[in-house]
């Protein structure tokens, strides 16, 4: 798959199944778990206190948070769509609990290219998986590039408040 010298991918090169560039984090330690529950002020006890987690909640182990979750997601696709693209939508569904001690994977795969409205519309499936290949947080999203290379979409995007059933 062609990227920009920006590091882009060109919408043009594009194909339907291409995978696009994953993020892998990890193993996750009660030390990143702590830091993100700190940063986001979520003092929930599952996320640090593996006793309170297990015996209380009966979890397997300290949960990683789900805001740190669609973080990874929404970073893999801006990383890859950015700085000529956008994301412009995002949806997925928490399946599985990962925990401490998971590596996560976060990918991607395009499954429909659109041309409108003088843009590229890349729709892809998109997940995270753990190390053994479990996927806990499926979902899709869709990027928009420009149509010509060397061009950027528009900040703000005029189609981000738009309603349409894309």
């Not at 929404?74 to 599985?96: C, H, N, Y």
């Not at 991607?108 to 041309?115: K, N, V």
Request: with cysteine; net charge negative; hydrophobic share 40%.
């Amino acid at each position: 798959m062609s990227q920009a010298s920006n590091n882009a991918p060109v919408f043009e090169d594009l194909r339907v199944g291409d995978d696009i560039t994953a993020l892998v984090r990890g193993p996750i330690t009660t030390s990143h778990l702590m830091r993100w529950s700190a940063a986001i002020e979520n003092w929930h006890r599952i996320h640090y206190d593996l006793p309170f987690a297990t015996e209380h909640d009966k979890l397997p182990g300290l949960p990683v948070n789900g805001t740190w979750k669609q973080h990874f997601l929404v970073q893999m696709m801006r990383e890859w769509l950015t700085p000529a693209g956008w994301l412009w939508k995002i949806d997925f569904s928490f399946r599985k609990l990962d925990v401490a001690g998971s590596t996560l994977t976060a990918w991607g795969r395009i499954t429909a290219l659109e041309e409108r409205d003088g843009m590229g519309y890349v729709t892809c499936e998109i997940g995270i998986r753990n190390q053994d290949g479990q996927e806990s947080t499926p979902g899709t999203a869709i990027g928009v590039l420009p149509l010509q290379q060397g061009k950027v979409v528009p900040y703000p995007y005029p189609d981000a408040f738009a309603s349409h059933d894309a």
